[in-house]
């Protein structure tokens, strides 16, 4: 066999979708994004979406709209991808890594709290896998350290204490205490890369609870500003008829969704609740083939939460990083793409450089040394998820 990791599923709908785009004259934002952000708001129960052109971009903006910069500190985890901490450089704050809790992949959160100080303006948690983290928690965390919080600006005094921007890449669709992702955190920040559960090729969006005292609207059309050079009008406004005129009321970026990517978003969301199910069914089929193996699995689906099903993890118990990728060498062999998710940042070159050391976040690195990660995507037949398990149980033994 030959088993991709994970290809995007894209169907006969979102060809349709992307074809209509293309044959209305308008392909960058647009109709189909204004839709498409109406489409997300509704399904995350929040009054408003804003969709962007990644993940990376929806965080990086919320850090900038929430005025965090230079004399501030993030607090993310150790255990992630790049982005959710790359963002708190690249807008001038501080970085403050967690290390995960002994045995898993969710920040420490007694650690957390301890991380907090007068300069802590945001904290970024990471739902990963589809598992979202325990949202309870931080916000308790969050108030009985709200004294030590300083507010610079309008928008942080709306909040009164340490903002929660969710790095929530993996759980578009997950659910907690009956809430879905997108309405839990104070922000949340979503990506559509091609290997998410719902792909635009490229994109993200970002979501967030309704603040007292500040308008939605003007949350919207700051993030607008913000994705767009600062310009007063977007390309849609600008054609029509003797609307050329703008003006530019800040040095922004360029960050925004075009309508093409978002009309392959409204393609996916329409098959979106049978990919999850689909999802869920591989999620089962794994459980019982591997339940023999020795092997830690991710738990996905509990009384408090309810996952998307994003990544398969798998903790290869008693064994160390050599080991572990002898294991996916042999995979491979057997035509079986596999990952690792993931090298916590203290082990890459960029963070080494910033003066993070690995032996600081020992529970990250006791996770990763025996990770791997096994396809799970809804173009998986169930003859090869249990050619996945038979081979996993082989190499392993």
């Known amino acids: 066999m030959n088993i991709s990791f994970s290809p995007p599923d894209i169907s006969e709908i979102e ?40 993940a990376t971009a929806a965080l990086e903006l919320t850090l900038r709209l929430l005025g ?44 957390l709290e301890q991380a907090i100080t007068e300069r802590t303006k945001a904290i970024i948690p990471v739902d990963i896998a589809g598992v979202m983290c325990d949202y ?11 004294s030590l919080f300083k507010p610079k600006n309008e928008m942080q005094e709306a909040f009164n204490r340490v903002i929660v921007v969710a790095d929530a890449a993996h759980s578009f669709g997950s659910i907690y205490k009956g809430r879905k992702s997108g309405e839990v955190a104070d922000f949340t920040c979503f990506s559509f890369h091609a290997v998410k559960n719902l792909t635009t090729a490229e994109g993200g969006a970002v979501t967030w609870r309704d603040i007292p005292g500040i308008d ?3 949350i919207y059309r700051q993030y607008m500003l913000l994705s767009l050079h ?47 199910q689909r999802r869920r069914e591989i999620i089962a089929m794994y459980n019982e083939g591997l339940k023999d193996c020795n092997v830690e699995l991710l738990k996905h689906f509990s009384d408090d939460y309810s996952s998307n099903g994003h990544l398969y993890m798998v903790r290869l118990l008693g064994k ?60 998986l037949r169930d003859e090869e998820v249990k050619y996945i398990c038979t081979s996993l149980h082989q190499v392993i033994n």
């Open 15 to 54: 060809i349709n979708e992307v074809i209509d785009t293309l044959k209305s004259g308008w392909i960058t934002t647009g109709p189909k994004t204004k839709l498409f952000e109406k489409k997300i708001a509704e399904y995350t129960n929040t009054s408003k979406a804003v969709c962007l052109n990644s």
């Open 68 to 111: 965090i910069g230079e004399g501030d500190e993030v607090i993310t985890s150790a255990y992630t991808y790049t982005a959710s901490a790359s963002v708190i450089h690249h807008v001038g704050a501080k970085i403050v890594l967690v290390d995960t809790a002994k045995d898993s992949y969710q920040m420490d959160y007694d650690q």
């Open 136 to 146: 309870d928690r931080l916000f308790e965390i969050v108030e009985q350290k709200k």
């Open 216 to 218: 939605n609207e003007e």
């Open 230 to 276: 600062g310009q007063s009008k977007d390309a849609l406004t600008k054609a029509k008829i003797g609307g050329w005129e703008y003006d530019i009321l800040m040095p922004g970026y360029k960050c925004n969704m075009t309508d093409i990517m978002a009309a392959l978003g409204l393609g996916q969301l329409q098959r979106y609740p049978s990919l999850l």
């Open 320 to 379: 160390n990083e050599t080991e572990r990728n002898r294991i996916i060498k042999q995979m491979a062999q057997k035509g079986i793409a596999t990952n690792v998710h993931y090298k916590p940042l203290p082990l890459l070159t960029a963070y080494k450089k910033m003066g993070f050391d690995i032996k600081d976040y020992p529970n990250a690195y006791a996770q990763y040394k025996n990770e791997i990660t096994l396809p799970l995507h809804t173009l």
